[in-house]
Structure formats: structure tokens, C-alpha cells
């Protein structure tokens, strides 16, 4: 497990924080790291008189190398997990949450008159690396499975002059703790034309055919390479 990257991002940000946002020079922000978590993070948050307000956080998965924060749809109402692939991603998100964090003070005030805008004014639905994923999308009879490996994601895009295609896709391995057998749980969302599709896939197998699982993953690898 490496933090490079998480230190590198670290110092970008601090970097570019000052100039993101105009807002930013009204208020005190904070922006603080957590490395003792098993995954650290980085914590934005605004002072306020005698009370410090967070309103946004953003993960590091240091084995599977991806910053990661959550966002509520309120338009699907469940919890999105949302992947940056780079720092504009990260500071889009950051961005966007401030100004969520200031919409609430806003209807907490009354006060619906908009404070500040400028050129990163951007939608959580604009980010390339949304995945809807949350407890939401598995059936409440899917509870005894116990999930045993950290979430994998991938975002895959196919473009042509004639056709246009993404795909963000999501996996996790569980076990049943009723039968003891392997779960694979895959989600795919995908965008083509400009139509979105949902696929959801729960495959579950023994524990004598994991071998065998294994081994025809490994002859479509092969065959690939060939």
C-alpha cells in the first residue's frame, strides 16, 4: 500500500483551494487530513463563530489507489459514490459541496438570495465517475451475505465516429452466511447515445467451482492476449 498519491493530492489541493472559489475568501475554510484511518481523508469544513461546520470529505483507498466521496441523489434518493480520476474532478466536487453547505444555511436562514458564483459552478451529475451504489440496490432477503473485499470499480469508454458508449462498473465478492456459498455482485450503468441502462447481477456459486471459475477467467485472459 502507497500514500504518494494521496500526498501528492494532498498538496494540489492546498494549492489551488485559495483560488477555487470566490466564496472561499468570505468565509474560513478549513481543510484538514486524517492518515490514521484505514483509509485517510481529507476533511473540508468552515468556521463559524464557535461552531466548525464539515461539508465535505473525500476518501483514499490506498490498495485500490482511488479518492472516493459520497454524494445523496435526491432525485434517486440513495447514497452515490463518486470516483475522481483526477484533480479537477476532486475540486469540482469540493466546490459543489460548499455551495450545497451554503444552499442549507440558506434554507435554514430563509434567506434563498444566492451568494456567490463563479467559473467552477458545476452539477454533482456532471462528474464522469458517478456510481450509484449504496446498500439501497441490494433486496432486504441479501442481508446475510457478508461482503469480504473492498468495492472495484471500473469506468470504461468506447467512441467512434458512429457510436458512443460508457460504462461504470461495480463489483464486490461476498459469501452467504446461510449456505456458505461465493456471491459476485456486478452493477453496470451504461451510457450509449446518450440512453442510460442499469444491469444488476448477483452470481452465486459453490465453493468447489471457484477453481473452475477462475480458470475460464484466465482462458478469456489468455485468448485476449493471443
Same mark, same amino acid.
Given at each position: 500500500? $502507497?500514500? &504518494?498519491? %494521496? ?9 489551488? #483551494?485559495? /483560488?477555487?472559489? +470566490? ?88 434567506? $434563498?438570495? &444566492?451568494? %456567490? ?9 456532471? #462528474?464522469? /465517475?458517478?456510481? +450509484? ?94
Amino acid at each position: 500500500m $502507497s500514500l &504518494e498519491w %494521496f500526498y501528492r493530492m494532498e498538496n494540489a489541493v492546498r494549492i489551488s #483551494l485559495p /483560488d477555487l472559489c +470566490e466564496g472561499f475568501e468570505e468565509v474560513d475554510i478549513l481543510f484538514d487530513t486524517d492518515h490514521t484511518e484505514q483509509h485517510p481523508t481529507f476533511n473540508f469544513s468552515v468556521s463559524n463563530a464557535d461552531e466548525i461546520d464539515e461539508f465535505c470529505y473525500i476518501f483514499f483507498d490506498p490498495i485500490n489507489q482511488e479518492f472516493y466521496s459520497y454524494h445523496y441523489d435526491d432525485e434517486a434518493e440513495l447514497h452515490a459514490k463518486v470516483l475522481f480520476g483526477n484533480l479537477d474532478q476532486m475540486l469540482s466536487f469540493i466546490h459543489a459541496s460548499f455551495h450545497d453547505y451554503l444552499d442549507e444555511i440558506d434554507e435554514m436562514n430563509g434567506d $434563498s438570495e &444566492e451568494m %456567490f458564483d463563479d467559473e467552477y459552478d458545476v452539477e454533482i451529475d456532471d #462528474l464522469e /465517475d458517478v456510481n +450509484e451504489m449504496d446498500d439501497t440496490f441490494f433486496p432486504e432477503d441479501e442481508d446475510h451475505i457478508e461482503w469480504i473485499t473492498n468495492d472495484k470499480y471500473i469506468h470504461i469508454e468506447d467512441n467512434n465516429p458512429d457510436y458512443s458508449a460508457n460504462y461504470s462498473i461495480y463489483y464486490k465478492l461476498g459469501i452467504d452466511q446461510e449456505t456458505g456459498d461465493g456471491v459476485i455482485y456486478r452493477n453496470t450503468i451504461a451510457k450509449e447515445n446518450g440512453e442510460e441502462t442499469e444491469e444488476q447481477v448477483l452470481l452465486y456459486f459453490k465453493e468447489e467451482e471457484a477453481s473452475y471459475i477462475s480458470e475460464l477467467v484466465n482462458e478469456y485472459m489468455n485468448q485476449n492476449v493471443k
